[in-house]
């Protein structure tokens, strides 16, 4: 992991998610892969490290980058510490665990621990 905390991947939190995924396909090409997860359906789009959902457990429309951090729950408190909100505590899937928060100026960030294998 590059120690600078790189974005890992993005998503975009849509209220019309087959407009969204048109209008991504046709501007950039990007095929995509629906799925059924815990959370809901899930569209991943192929090759590239994005994918896109419905608004939920008080994330807001729009694009969520998610930063790659070492440990989760330790960066989740730290993030809250420092004065985020925390609007999606840590939740385990397949590929590692993730947290959402909005940082005291209102931004909103994802964070990402991989799955060790």
């Known amino acids: 992991m590059n120690p600078i905390n790189p974005v890992g991947y993005v998503e975009l939190h ?10 991504y396909s046709e501007l950039f090409a990007w095929s995509s892969a629906e799925e059924e997860t815990p959370l809901g359906p ?3 789009f192929e090759g590239v490290l994005a994918g896109l959902t419905a608004p939920r457990g008080g994330v807001a429309p729009g694009w969520l ?6 440990d989760v729950v330790e960066a989740t408190r730290r993030a809250r510490k420092l004065g985020a909100t925390i609007v999606r505590e840590c939740v385990e899937i397949p590929g590692g665990t993730f947290s959402v928060l909005r940082d005291p100026t209102g931004g909103q960030l994802g964070l990402f621990e991989k799955k060790r294998t």
């Open 14 to 23: 849509t209220t019309d998610p087959d407009r969204a995924r048109a209008f």
């Open 42 to 44: 899930y569209t991943a």
């Open 65 to 70: 980058p998610y930063v790659d951090v070492p």
